[in-house]
T-cell receptor, first 115, second 114 residues
Framework: DTGVSQNPRHKITKRGQNVTFRCDPI?????LYWYRQTLGQGPEFLTY????????KSRLLSDRFSAERPKGSFSTLEIQRTEQGDSAMYLC?????????????FGEGSWLTVV | QQQVKQSPQSLIVQKGGISIINCAYENTAFDYFPWYQQFPGKGPALLIAIRPDVSEKKEGRFTISFNKSAKQFSLHIMDSQPGDSATYFCAARSTNFGNEKLTFGTGTRLTIIP
């Protein structure tokens, strides 16, 4: 169990460029979540997968954001035509099935700075 | 709409003292209440969690007190240590299928001074 892994950890991009973040959940966790956290705030839910199915999306997830989880393993979060307001830490989390399914484990996040 | 309200925003406690952080929620469908600890530059780490069928849960120096009728819960850190200095987030979640997202409070920055 190596924990939730996120890459890249830091990304600086120019406004208007596209960026993609990758998340590798804890092995055999079938639930995967994306959150966004800005300085001084708590994480805000973006979207959630159970296996490869995207079951819930927040209103925060504009049409410039897309998340995928092919084959129910790793996930990617793509932001198209980045804006300065997209600057934040993007957190991935995963959760196992079954009786311990309530515990959500977070990765260390991917920092995005849009300049 | 902020569904989980957390206070205080920041807290300074003497080493060895008790740190108390409070949260209140609105959504009666919430049935799982975790606390997360976050150090600068790191992701949140689960500290302790409680379900509403108990009024208190203790793990080491950390205790959650839960008041279902008041829709409030709090984190108590006994014998606070400098290593406890971090930001603490309360959260709430409904465990109904298809509605499993965590809703977080705004965080409390805790500083333990020697």
């Amino acid at each position: 169990d190596t924990g939730v892994s996120q890459n890249p950890r830091h990304k600086i991009t120019k406004r208007g460029q596209n960026v993609t973040f990758r998340c590798d959940p804890i092995s055999e966790h079938n639930r995967l979540y994306w959150y966004r956290q800005t300085l001084g705030q708590g994480p805000e839910f973006l979207t959630y997968f159970q296996n490869e199915a995207q079951l819930e999306k927040s209103r925060l997830l504009s049409d410039r954001f897309s998340a995928e989880r092919p084959k129910g393993s790793f996930s990617t979060l793509e932001i198209q035509r980045t804006e300065q307001g997209d600057s934040a830490m993007y957190l991935c989390a995963s959760s196992p099935r079954g009786g311990t399914g309530n515990t959500i484990y977070f990765g260390e996040g991917s920092w995005l700075t849009v300049v | 709409q902020q569904q989980v309200k957390q206070s205080p925003q920041s807290l300074i406690v003497q080493k060895g003292g008790i740190s108390i952080i409070n949260c209140a929620y609105e959504n009666t469908a919430f049935d799982y209440f975790p606390w997360y600890q976050q150090f600068p530059g790191k992701g949140p780490a689960l500290l302790i969690a409680i379900r509403p069928d108990v009024s208190e849960k203790k793990e080491g120096r950390f205790t959650i007190s839960f008041n279902k009728s008041a829709k409030q819960f709090s984190l108590h850190i006994m014998d606070s240590q400098p290593g406890d200095s971090a930001t603490y987030f309360c959260a709430a979640r409904s465990t109904n299928f298809g509605n499993e997202k965590l809703t977080f409070g705004t965080g409390t920055r805790l500083t333990i001074i020697p």
